[in-house]
């Protein structure tokens, strides 16, 4: 099955790409604390998936070694041009020519901060303008997700494709 990348620890998407029988999975996220909550709840079933505690900007990442890259609510926490920049070429090393990139951030009439950091927020050409010509965008759609808390936030999710070399 396709290697997997999920930017996000506490997710359960790990879960279902387990239940939909992918099986080189890696989970990052800067918390162990949340990457410990993740495998302990699939229990014998979380010894398949790489999990690694890294910064995403700086992570020991293989090249060309992944085909599917999710990220739910990391990007838009970079705030600086510099550290952006740092996380695109991440996916260029690690993503396959071909591969796919399934993003999602705050939209622009999202929040301007989460968790009482500040964020950036995107429409979905300004997204696609990040990671540049070396990506083909597929598709986008906009989420309203309603917090615990009674609010809603706008996201945006994008689809892109590496181009093939």
Same mark, same amino acid.
């Given at each position: /099955?396709? &290697? $997997?990348?999920?930017?996000? +620890?506490?997710?359960?998407?790990?879960?279902?790409?387990?239940?939909?029988?992918?099986?080189?999975?890696?989970?990052?996220?800067?918390? +162990?604390?949340?990457?410990?909550?993740?495998?302990?709840?699939?229990? @014998? &079933?979380? @010894?398949?998936?790489? %999990?690694?505690?890294?910064?995403?900007?700086?992570?020991?990442?293989?090249?060309?070694?992944?085909?599917? %890259?999710?990220? &739910?609510?990391?990007?838009?926490?970079?705030?600086?041009?510099?550290?952006?920049?740092?996380?695109?070429?991440?996916?260029?090393?690690?993503?396959?020519?071909?591969?796919?990139?399934? /993003?999602?951030?705050?939209?622009?009439? +999202?929040?301007?901060? $989460?968790?009482?950091?500040?964020?950036?927020?995107?429409?979905?050409?300004?997204?696609?303008?990040?990671?540049?010509?070396?990506?083909?965008?597929?598709?986008? @759609?906009?989420?309203?997700?309603?917090?615990?808390?009674?609010?809603?936030?706008?996201?945006?999710?994008?689809? $892109?494709?590496?181009?093939?070399?």
């Amino acid at each position: /099955m396709s &290697r $997997c990348s999920i930017c996000r +620890g506490a997710s359960t998407l790990v879960d279902d790409l387990l239940d939909d029988g992918y099986r080189h999975v890696t989970v990052l996220d800067l918390s +162990g604390a949340a990457l410990a909550q993740s495998r302990n709840r699939l229990g @014998e &079933r979380g @010894e398949s998936v790489c %999990w690694l505690v890294a910064d995403i900007t700086h992570a020991d990442l293989a090249p060309h070694s992944i085909d599917l %890259w999710h990220d &739910r609510a990391v990007f838009h926490f970079l705030t600086t041009p510099e550290d952006r920049a740092a996380y695109v070429r991440q996916v260029l090393h690690a993503l396959k020519p071909g591969g796919h990139v399934i /993003m999602a951030t705050f939209g622009s009439n +999202g929040p301007l901060q $989460c968790s009482g950091l500040p964020v950036v927020r995107y429409a979905p050409d300004a997204l696609h303008a990040e990671f540049g010509e070396p990506f083909t965008l597929l598709a986008h @759609e906009e989420q309203l997700h309603h917090t615990p808390f009674g609010t809603d936030q706008q996201f945006i999710f994008c689809m $892109c494709r590496k181009m093939l070399a």
